[in-house]
């Protein structure tokens, strides 16, 4: 269908061939490449933002000081560079929020998908993608004023911050449950209705069918869906800032208070460092550290989904 | 599970071995989903519960205020997000639809810059928003010297749901089936009149409903604002697209931010109103894909 010549079929009249070149459907297919190719210049832009500062940075603080120490204050006087703290913060913050919405998120999918009526789960999708509608601030706040205060009513023993990893890390974890459930749902639908009959056709029971035989067979798009998942949870940054607080020192007590990576952009970016600043050029090299690590693991993502995939005709 | 019933299906014939492991199972995917909409369900009755003395008409009526909390309101925050959100729905969805157009209409998927828009299309669609605050921060405020202004917000917003607009506008696109394409083209139309007078009309419900979910994702985003300068006391509302401005989720969080537990009630009917917002066009959004969602 595009604007290139086809190849004349032997005994085809003539008069079918086009007359004239048409400008205005070339012009159109410009302008919609155009449209196109700004997705390209964002990305360009991104890079172009981040590396300049990053590099004029490592200019001024040695590669080994960011990723060989574990003290960070590039706000302090003296400034430290050690990126550690970030890091093991994010890492934490994360890997409790993995911990609540994979489960809850694979199960959630798995019941939709394979025991759900039709009707239920017209009802419920749209449901939990309200749940992934609700702007991050409102978790943080959630976070901060009821979950907090709940978790050291009930439990006084984990001797809670008043912002601390673990209410922040567990409302990221509800923020990613709709992304888990619903990404995996669709790939467990995605799996032809011949395996589960064949499987049943064996004995299998329901459990037994959707456990060994739809899971794996959706494998590929249920991990792309949790890696997307890891990835949006490490980049969160308001449910963090606002829970689990700025303070950066190395703790690895998911009651303390820390600061992720996204959190402390958040906060130097948000007018405590003043312009050309080393502290101003340290927002741009966490940046950097963050988006390689989102893009890596996307990435991984769109590879396994690539390796792994099962195709069903 | 009444074993004694007929059986209907091979899963009923299938269950009889082992009732309760199987009862078991099912009840514990339940229980799961449950607990999710539990959260939601709490973090509502809470929220509301939380705000329900500061919902009044000072919250829209009158401008935020650092020292009296009890009458202050939300008024340049809610007109701040409505200029985003104009100018992102101007900016962001007529780009999104046309790329999308290309990409599923025209482009030759083993072209290697069509492969490369793909690839980062998806890409992008994974990055975190705070990261786009830095790009609003380094090419847009301060390299295009646009500064701390309204259209610095809606330019960083725009492209930050731009893969959003462009996936879903896709995924509408595609549902339209080709012999619809196929019968435009025997009939003499060009490629261009096809997609102008059959795709994109059937298609646009679709389209319409993606582009309403990307835009309630930009009504509830903070994070790149935070970057932008829009988190400083803003007592007026934006006078243009050159103006300062502030958001509503950026409101709140400065509320959140203060230790005064009147600016903690004060954050809560902020976010009701912000949650009303984003129910309404979530409801829009729904309504739209039930009602007109063709089945071909």
New interface residues.
């Given amino acids: 269908?595009?604007?290139q010549p086809r190849t004349t079929v032997p005994g085809a009249p003539a008069s079918l061939a086009r007359s004239r070149p048409?400008y205005?459907?070339s012009i159109?297919?410009v302008?919609?490449?155009a449209?196109?190719?700004?997705?390209?210049a964002?990305?360009i832009?991104?890079v172009?933002?981040?590396l300049?500062?990053t590099i004029e940075f490592f200019g001024s603080v040695s590669f080994g000081e960011f990723f060989g120490s574990t003290d960070w204050g590039p706000l302090f006087n003296p400034p430290a560079f050690g990126v550690w703290p970030l890091i093991v913060a994010t890492v934490e913050i994360t890997l409790i929020a993995v911990l609540v919405a994979v489960?809850?998120?694979l199960?959630?999918a798995?019941?939709?998908s394979e025991?759900a009526s039709h009707r239920t789960r017209k009802i419920?999708k749209?449901?939990?993608?309200?749940?992934a509608?609700?702007?991050?601030?409102?978790?943080?706040?959630?976070a901060?004023?009821?979950v907090t205060p709940l978790m050291k009513d009930l439990f006084p023993f984990l001797e809670l911050d008043g912002k601390n990893a673990l209410a922040a890390g567990l409302l990221v974890g509800?923020m990613i449950?709709?992304i888990v459930?619903s990404l995996s749902e669709d790939a467990m639908a995605a799996v032809p209705n011949g395996l589960r009959?064949g499987s049943?056709?064996l004995?299998?029971?329901?459990?037994l069918?959707s456990v060994r035989v739809v899971v794996p067979a959706a494998f590929s798009g249920i991990v792309a869906a949790v890696i997307?998942a890891i990835?949006?949870a490490?980049?969160?940054?308001?449910i963090v800032?606002?829970a689990g607080g700025f303070k950066s020192v190395f703790t690895l007590y998911p009651g303390d208070e820390m600061s992720t990576m996204?959190a402390f952009?958040?906060q130097a970016?948000?007018?405590d460092a003043s312009?050309g600043s080393i502290a101003y050029k340290t927002?741009?090299a966490v940046?950097s550290l963050?988006?390689v690590i989102?893009?890596a693991?996307?990435?991984l993502s769109?590879r396994m989904v690539q390796k792994y995939r099962e195709v069903y005709d | 599970m009444a074993i004694l019933s007929t059986p209907r299906s091979a899963v009923q014939l299938a269950s009889k071995g082992r009732p309760l492991k199987e009862h078991l199972f099912r009840v514990a995917l339940m229980a799961s989903l449950a607990i999710a909409l539990l959260f939601l369900a709490m973090l509502l009755v809470y929220v509301v519960e939380e705000g329900w003395p500061r919902l009044d008409s000072m919250l829209w009526e009158n401008q935020p205020s650092i020292r009296r909390p009890e009458t202050s309101g939300v008024r340049s925050g809610i007109f701040g997000t409505l200029w985003i959100i104009g100018l992102t729905a101007l900016m962001a969805l007529p780009t999104g639809i046309l790329a999308a157009i290309y990409l599923e209409e025209y482009a030759d998927r083993t072209k290697w810059y069509n492969k490369l828009i793909e690839l980062n299309i998806s890409n992008l669609a994974a990055v975190p928003s705070i990261v786009y605050g830095i790009l609003g921060l380094g090419i847009i405020a301060r390299w295009m010297q646009f500064g701390f202004t309204v259209m610095t917000g809606a330019v960083t917003i725009s492209l930050l749901v731009l893969p959003i607009v462009i996936i879903s506008a896709r995924e509408a696109i595609r549902a339209v089936p080709p012999s619809i394409r196929e019968g435009s083209l025997a009939l003499g139309a060009t490629q261009w009149q096809t997609i102008y007078r059959q795709v994109l009309p059937a298609s646009i419900p679709g389209i319409a409903t993606g582009s309403i979910l990307a835009l309630s994702r930009a009504i509830g985003e903070a994070a790149p604002f935070l970057m932008l300068g829009a988190a400083t006391l803003v007592r007026f509302n934006p006078e243009g697209v050159w103006s300062s401005f502030t958001v509503l989720p950026l409101q709140i969080y400065s509320f959140i931010s203060r230790p005064q537990e009147e600016f903690a009630v004060l954050a809560a009917a902020a976010i009701v109103i912000l949650l009303a917002i984003l129910l309404l066009m979530n409801s829009v959004a729904i309504w739209l894909r039930n009602r007109y969602q063709k089945r071909w």
Avoid: D, H, Q
């Fill in positions: 269908m595009s604007a048409r205005g459907e159109i297919k302008i919609l490449l449209a196109a190719m700004v997705s390209v964002t990305t832009g991104i172009i933002a981040l300049e500062p489960p809850l998120g199960a959630s798995i019941y939709l025991y419920f749209p449901v939990l993608e309200v749940l509608g609700v702007p991050t601030v409102v978790f943080g706040f959630f901060l004023t009821f509800v449950i709709p459930a009959e049943y056709a004995g299998a029971s329901k459990m069918t997307l990835s949006r490490a980049g969160e940054t308001m800032a606002i996204a952009i958040a970016g948000s007018g312009v927002i741009f940046g963050l988006f989102t893009f693991m996307n990435y769109a």
